[in-house]
């Protein structure tokens, strides 16, 4: 049997916890997220990989229209569970091959959804700039290792999770400008503190062994990478501080 799930189980055993991840509803992260959005009151905003909604409810308040899109049906069902706003419509749907009309959204946000894009990445982003009307911006978010030096270790660690993209900083870059993107903002966010034991409880998906290896990976890593990492650890937890890339373009 495949050690992976499939992508409907996946999401399924992940739906119901995921909001529980430490990193998933960090308020200076969606801040930090949302600033470089820019979103203006007329806005009418496309969120792919919208999972449980968390910057569809973030941004609805400050533009005029929401659709949230997720091929997900138990995110999307924890996503509408929440929903308190008028503005904001979820539906089930392809990053890679979007129902939407050219030049229907004045921002498309994606926020720690590409990595997930083991095939069809390019033509992700040829529909996120179909559906922009010109000018408009294309918001995305990533995860990304602190240091050239945790490669390796970063790619080890996730391999025993899921099958996913591993970017660097330049890569993102690289993917917006490819895309046809001009206007590019660059931010780095560092979210500090990070419990690993926090991931790990609240990760359904992994499997016990798996949940093992990876906090006796951390334990274990170099120094340099434990610095890189600012990693402390405690009898019963390990901390270490995330990088996160937020980068945006314009149409």
Known sequence: ???????????????????????????????????????????????????????????????????????????????????????????????????????????????????HLIRGLKKAVKEVYRVLKPGGIFCLSEGVPPDRCVEKFYKEVFRLKEKRLTFFPEDLKEMIHIGGFKDVNFKEYTMKHCSIRNWLSNDTSISNDAKKEIYKMHLGLHEDGKKTYNMHITSKDCFIDMKFIIISGRK
Request: charged share 35%; with cysteine.
């Open 1 to 115: 049997m495949d050690k992976y799930l499939t992508e409907k189980k996946y999401w399924k055993k992940r739906a119901k916890d995921y909001d529980k991840l430490q990193w998933a509803k960090r308020e200076d992260y969606i801040k930090s997220f949302l600033e470089v959005c820019d979103p203006q009151k007329e806005d009418t905003v496309l969120d792919l990989g919208t999972g449980t909604g968390t910057i569809a409810h973030a941004i609805s308040p400050q533009v005029k229209d929401v659709i949230g899109v997720d091929i997900s049906e138990d995110m999307l069902s924890e996503a509408q569970k929440h929903n308190r706003s008028t503005n904001i419509q979820f539906l089930r749907g392809d990053i890679r091959d979007l129902p939407f009309l050219d030049n229907s959204f004045t921002k498309v946000t994606a926020r720690m959804v590409f990595h």
